[in-house]
């Protein structure tokens, strides 16, 4: 009879098809992995080069906050101390056309006792004090516009605490939004807007009892990967962008420091001298021109190097700021318009 033959023809195709469905669900399961393991790596590789970047940039602000902190303690501060010893001094010209100069604050530290106290308070804290949240703070903002943000009796805290106020400052320098550091998930939220990445749970193949599901979910994955590496690659770019960006101000600092430095040792010396063995040579009437020069070329030198280190690196969002752009291109030519501008004082 024909039919025990048709039932095992039967049951044979169905074996068949039974291992051609096992067959093709291993496949399924193993270009899952594949899949999977492809979208872990591109995650992991992007990453790691947006790490890589954060802790560039992290150093060079602490780098560029290290040096404006010695520029305070060992530039700034003295030259004001001892140029409050001259008598009789014209008037000072302030520039005050030029958008990165934050309200004069050369003249009010030169003026007011306030600022000049808040730095010292900061100087003598030590650098120790402030941190990695507060070297990048002032290495982004400069003391006056940081500490302006301090409650009061609190400038310390409040220099330390500006990172809390960025969040990419929080994220680059090491700093808080509350308590702890932000980590990678919290750096994905900064550097203009920048939208959280979608966080990738891969943990090998899935276990699906559907081959097909497993490969589909392996699909998402790579295309959740692969969107998440286009954000970090942006934020990568940005911080790089910072990192940049510090550089050239750094760069700018060390021209004029290196212009400054040999003057203002001229210019101690002029406060210093004495006339006659026994009078100062403080007062502005009784000074040589050629005196009265070097005190100029320094006045207008520090003024210079002051709204460099004070300027704005940061916007709120955390982009840069087009104001420390414009400083670090024209610091030199704007020092030699200044200085030209301030010699009607030689012969005042």
């Known amino acids: 009879m024909p039919i025990p033959f048709i039932i095992g023809g039967l049951a044979l195709a169905a074996a068949g098809y039974g291992a051609k469905k096992g067959i093709d669900a ?82 009010k530290l030169v003026s007011s006792d306030k600022h000049r106290l808040e730095i010292e308070e900061m100087v003598h804290g030590g650098i120790t004090a402030l941190g990695t949240g507060g070297l990048a703070g002032l290495a982004s903002y400069g003391a006056v516009g940081t500490l302006a943000t301090a409650s009061s009796g609190a400038s310390i805290a409040g220099l330390s605490g500006v990172a809390a106020t960025n969040a990419t400052l929080a994220w680059l320098g090491g700093g808080a939004l509350s308590a702890g550091g932000m980590g990678m998930a919290g750096g994905m939220v900064v550097l203009g807007g920048i939208v959280a990445g979608p966080v990738l749970a891969i943990g090998g193949m899935m276990l699906s009892s559907k081959a097909e599901a497993a490969k589909e979910d392996a699909y998402t994955n790579l295309s959740k990967a692969k969107l998440a590496s286009e954000e970090m690659e942006t934020a990568k770019v940005k911080t790089l962008g910072i990192a940049q960006r510090v550089s050239e101000l750094e760069e700018s600092i060390t021209n004029i420091l290196e212009k400054l430095t040999p003057k203002i040792k001229e210019f101690y010396q002029v406060i210093d001298k004495k006339r006659w063995l026994f009078f100062s040579n403080t007062n502005w009437d009784k000074m040589s021109p050629e005196d009265r020069t070097i005190v100029i070329i320094v006045d207008t030198l520090a003024e210079t190097l002051f709204n460099l280190i004070e300027v704005d690196l940061l916007n709120k969002d955390g982009s840069l700021t087009l104001q420390s752009k414009e400083i670090v291109v024209n610091a030199i030519s704007d020092a030699e318009g200044d200085l030209k501008k301030k010699e009607v004082f030689i012969n005042a």
């Open 26 to 107: 291993k496949e399924d399961f193993d270009s899952a992995k594949s899949i999977n393991k492809k979208a872990q790596r591109l995650y992991d590789e992007t990453s790691e080069e947006l790490e890589e970047a954060k802790n560039l940039t992290n150093k060079r602000l602490q780098n560029l906050g290290e040096l404006k902190f010695k520029i305070y303690e060992e530039i700034i501060l003295p030259f004001i101390n001892a140029s409050d010893k001259i008598q009789n001094r014209p008037e000072r010209i302030y520039s005050s056309d030029r958008e990165y100069e934050k309200d004069n604050n050369f003249e």
